[in-house]
């Protein structure tokens, strides 16, 4: 993919590169914990960086340890969300999406639930808060089932004053070069449970 970077934004980021050089830090350094802190407080929730989207769907459901449990992924989504299930020892079972907004149908949802359901991963499709988001997450809530939203493509989006992974238990956001806030690559968790992402002991 060829991308023509303005003269302008060339310099900004070549000037960030120097502040990074200066600190002597590759990673985890202040510009990480900049960026963690300018994310939490547009999307109202707290956060933390993490290397992709997909480690960031991992280290959600490794802490709500899906081991041995089903957990409901819409059939349309980038295998990151499957995969990411298998890694955490979970069982990823497929629920059909909706004509309207390409996203998991809450009917299709209600029947694949189990005893064993321990989660289910949300996909917001195409920019857009998925149309079923507040209903499903009523629905999960009543069931005792995690709610796990992957915001990959959602930067940006609002329905009745909330973003991406501020309807279930977490969110996992993307910044690969495709996604809507292109960084090239990296990810982040968001929660309003901070023993997530700041874990004791």
């Known amino acids: 993919m060829v991308i023509p970077f303005e003269e302008e934004y060339r310099k900004k980021f070549y000037a960030l590169e120097e502040k990074i050089f200066e600190s002597n830090m590759w990673s985890e350094g202040q510009m990480l914990h900049d960026f963690e802190d300018k994310f939490g407080e547009y999307v109202h929730m707290q956060a933390r960086g993490i290397a992709d989207g997909g480690a960031a769907l991992l280290a959600i459901l490794s802490y709500l340890d899906v081991h041995g449990k089903d957990v409901i992924v819409p059939s349309n989504t980038f295998w990151a969300d499957a995969q990411a299930v298998r890694y955490a020892g979970g069982h990823p079972i497929f629920a059909d999406c909706n004509r309207e907004d390409l996203c998991l149908s809450l009917a299709d949802l209600k029947r694949k639930v189990t ?86 002991g």
């Open 115 to 200: 005893d064993n359901t321990k989660a289910v991963i949300l996909v917001h499709i195409g920019g857009h808060i998925a149309f079923e988001t507040e209903a499903i997450a009523a629905f999960c809530k009543e069931k005792g089932i995690y709610l796990v939203e992957d915001c990959a493509h959602v930067h940006g989006a609002w329905w009745n004053g909330k973003t991406g992974g501020n309807y279930g238990i977490a969110g996992a956001y993307s910044f690969y070069a495709t996604k809507t806030m292109p960084l090239g690559d990296g990810g982040m968790v968001v929660t309003r449970d901070g023993s997530i992402i700041f874990p004791v």
